[in-house]
């Protein structure tokens, strides 16, 4: 091109980056990888091809891992931990720091390695991935640093089987294993099958910073690996990312092992642009939500809902800005869209818009080049039900729709399955804020898009999955309590004696559902006797009916969670208030169901009061944090609640009760909470306290039946948001499996009791929403 010519057009010259070192590193690991287990690479066995998405050239061969394989990283990781828990926080700092700076110093290499295995642009490589798993290493070594005196009394899980995806594969490995090796635990991590290059060159900068051997342990491979990773026995942990359909199936396939899990699923998160907005930056900030990694990320702004009465404006606009999108070699600098991964994931976006793109008007203003590519596509017209508006198609599509008030946009942003992210446009911050709160999302960026940092925590809601990472609040998914925990003993309850003296009046406790005494839907009731043969009453015996009519209360409640933390505090107070006033009454009751002593049934009395007076206290000082964010802005982490939530109660008939109680409405959630199963009467007797506090209907409800049955319905209902378990009878495997549906958050105890800090009590209660906003120069 001419000088002239170039003046001419006004257009980029190809600036190629160079993929000669990263060519060469592939040359010298010899083409054949295995794994990278106990410190040390591994002969290769049964290889696959790596190829590069753009080219379809082979650029190496890896290795599927074998059953034998996993057993190997497992045993290694195993091997490695005590020691890695025991050197300490400040030593484990130094060697995150040292992957810090290597990851820095072999910046380029990371970037042009990834741009080859993956496709994505050179210029997001370099400038977003590789430095946001630098800042990653750095501030998690901060973390390690910290963890004695920040998180006292934590301790690691142990070792952790990570399973990444394709989109971002060194990121994605930064934000799994950072966290996780800060607080001691030792890591397998498995890449995706299409992308595991970057990992590979990882595993060699863990020995080039002397990392100790089996701290991280990475095996290739596909899914199959990935389930026997979830599989094994010896991994006290599962973290992934990916689809929704195998994180569902991971769900399913960890319930009842104790493994505790955290997911990070799909999502169809929407970008809402209000008529006020400022419509160019609102028009950049779209290019980047959707079209950056070829919109293959996980809370893209795949869904633009646009205010009516700027709706063309904005579309012409927009279908303007994407001409000028470059699609093509991602190796050059002035690429705008790179390759799709894969051609297989090529044809699932194909697949989708032959399907839906015909309800729509299909806008593609740049074309793709031949190959794995696809070009940006815009599709307006469409309307919430679509297709399109509904799947998640996981490449550079945009689907869009218009809405005429604030109300309506909220309605059309939440119609989804997910909760991941949102994006809202608008300069008037009045609005913006007020949005913000309304849309279920984890992450909400206020006038922006896809903002990712170290210190802010990311992750989602309903069926985009669990857990959040980043923050003080992803270290909650490495560590626990430190302390064993003892087996449970169920509570024997008295049986019915022999011969037993008939009263004549019926003393059936009823159910308490949405702030009144019900009748059990079977009409069914169970007598409770005193370890004397004495009958102490009878208890209903709810069922299916009942635990739906308790959710619908429970949903109908749902004032409560935009009640004022004071206000919550008062209510608390004032159960514990009401409840000392009566507690005499409490502990005869107690006494005359278990047979326990005076002195354990005053104890225990006194326990719930303190319960109630500790959460009151909290209910309005789970402070939230302004996140320092090296970009102009901050990420607000704010304490939500988590919204219904069905608790099963261990057997101290009342402290079992007010523990799950107390936690759960302070942080403005709705408890559907079922009594023990053993011993149920101080709950029953529980509803009248709450009837002289001032607890709106349907705040709390209080089942008395069969935990199993229960746990069941509670487990698999779609408007329950989570379960907990303290039941002594050992429902952990069932809840889970039944949570797979919607994929709720589950607490249970895999038979084992333990006092759990109110803190773990507090996070369980709460989903921190990062909002980001616009703050400062
Ligand atoms: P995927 O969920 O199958 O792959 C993610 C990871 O899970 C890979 O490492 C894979 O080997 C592993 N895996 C697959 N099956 C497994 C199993 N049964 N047990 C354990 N690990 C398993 O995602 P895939 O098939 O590559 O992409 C399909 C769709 O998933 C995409 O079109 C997109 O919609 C979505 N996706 C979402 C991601 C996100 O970050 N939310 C990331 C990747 C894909």
């Known amino acids: 091109m001419t000088v002239k010519e170039i003046f001419d057009t006004m257009d980029y010259g190809a600036a190629p980056e160079s993929a000669a070192e990263a060519l060469a590193w592939l040359v010298d690991g010899g083409d054949r990888f295995g794994h990278f287990i106990g410190g040390a690479m591994t002969e290769p066995g049964e290889v696959f091809e790596a190829r590069n998405p753009a080219t379809g050239e082979v650029l190496a061969h890896l290795t599927q891992a074998s059953a034998a394989d996993v057993d190997a990283a497992v045993a290694a990781a195993r091997r490695a931990q005590g020691r890695w828990a025991r050197i300490g926080g400040k030593a484990r700092a130094k060697y995150l720091y040292a992957l810090a700076r290597l990851v820095q110093k072999h910046g380029r290499l990371f970037a042009v390695l990834e741009t080859l295995d993956n496709g994505k642009p050179i210029r997001e490589s370099r400038d977003i991935d590789v430095a946001l798993v630098a800042r990653h290493f750095y501030y998690h070594a901060g973390m390690a640093q910290l963890m004695e005196e920040e998180l006292p009394g934590r301790e690691p899980l142990g070792v952790c089987g990570q399973i990444i995806p394709w989109n971002f594969p060194l990121l994605m490995l930064a934000w799994k294993i950072a966290p996780a090796i800060a607080m001691g635990n030792t890591v397998v991590l498995k890449p995706a099958e299409y992308t595991s290059l970057t990992a590979l060159l990882f595993a060699q900068i863990c020995q080039e910073a002397g990392l100790p051997k089996g701290v991280v342990n990475i095996v290739t491979g596909d899914g199959t690996v990935g389930e026997r990773i979830v599989a094994h026995p010896e991994v006290d942990k599962i973290a992934f990312t990916g689809s929704t359909a195998v994180g569902r199936r991971i769900r399913k396939a960890t319930a009842g092992s104790g493994k505790s899990l955290t997911l990070e699923l799909g999502g169809k998160s929407p970008y809402i642009v209000f008529d006020d907005a400022d419509m160019d930056s609102a028009i950049e900030g779209l290019v980047d939500a959707i079209f950056f990694n070829q919109g293959q990320v996980c809370c893209a702004g795949s869904r633009l809902l646009v205010q009516e009465g700027i709706a063309g404006e904005f579309a012409a606009r927009l279908v303007e800005r994407m001409s000028k999108l470059r699609i093509g070699n991602p190796l050059d600098k002035s690429i ?328 759960a409405i302070a942080m403005g959630n709705r408890v559907i909470a079922v009594a023990s199963e053993a011993w149920p009467l101080a709950a029953t007797d529980f509803y009248q306290v709450l009837d002289t506090s001032d607890v709106p209907g349907g705040v709390v409800n209080i089942l008395t039946g069969p935990h199993e049955d229960l746990a069941k319905t509670l487990a698999g209902h779609m408007d329950v948001e989570a379960v907990w378990s303290f039941s002594s009878a050992d429902l952990s495997g069932r809840i889970e499996r039944e949570s797979a549906g919607n994929l709720k958050r589950t607490w249970v105890n895999n038979g084992l009791a333990r006092t759990w800090p109110a803190r773990d009590w507090l996070a369980q209660a709460t989903e921190v929403r990062t909002i980001w906003v616009p703050y400062g120069e």
Not at 495 to 502: F, G, L, N, Y
Not at 551 to 562: F, H, L, M, Q
Not at 574 to 585: K, M, P
């Open 336 to 663: 705008d869209i790179g390759a799709i991964v894969d051609p297989g994931q090529l044809r699932h976006i194909e697949g989708l818009m032959a399907r839906g793109g015909g309800e729509g008007h299909v806008h593609q203003p740049v074309p793709a080049p031949e190959g794995c590519f696809y070009p940006p596509t815009l599709v307006t017209g469409l309307s919430p039900s679509s297709l399109l508006m509904q799947e998640e198609i996981f490449g550079p599509v945009l689907v869009s729709t218009t809405f005429r008030t604030p109300t309506e946009a909220v309605q059309m942003a939440n119609d989804t399955r997910y909760g991941l992210a949102a994006s809202v446009w608008s300069e008037n911050v009045n609005l913006a804020l007020d949005i913000a709160p309304k849309l279920v999302a984890g992450v909400v960026w206020v006038n922006g898009s896809n903002m990712f940092d170290a210190a802010a925590g990311f992750g989602g809601l309903r069926e985009s999955g669990f857990g959040r990472e980043g923050g003080w609040e992803g270290l909650m998914a490495y560590t626990r309590p430190a302390g064993r925990a003892a087996p449970v003993k169920p509570a024997k309850p008295a049986a019915k004696p022999e011969e037993m003296e008939v009263g004549g009046l019926d003393r059936t406790a009823k159910l308490y559902i949405g702030g009144k005494q019900a009748r059990p839907d079977g009409g069914y009731s169970q007598a409770v006797f005193s370890p004397k043969g004495r009958l102490l009453g009878h208890v209903s015996l709810a069922s299916r009916k009942d635990v739906r009519n308790a959710v619908e209360a429970a949903r109908a409640a749902r004032g409560w969670a935009s009640a004022t933390a004071h206000n919550r505090a008062q209510v608390l107070y004032y159960i514990g208030e009401n409840l000392s006033a009566r507690a005499e009454e409490f502990a005869a009751r107690l006494r005359d169901m278990t047979g326990t002593t005076a002195a354990k049934a005053g104890a225990e009395v006194a326990e719930a009061i303190d319960t109630l007076f500790t959460f009151a206290a909290w209910a309005d000082k789970l402070d939230g944090a302004a996140k320092p964010v090296p970009m102009r802005g901050v990420a607000l982490a704010m304490n939500a609640p988590v919204g219904v939530i069905g608790a099963l109660c261990d057997d101290r008939p009342l402290a079992g009760l007010v523990s799950v109680i107390a936690p």
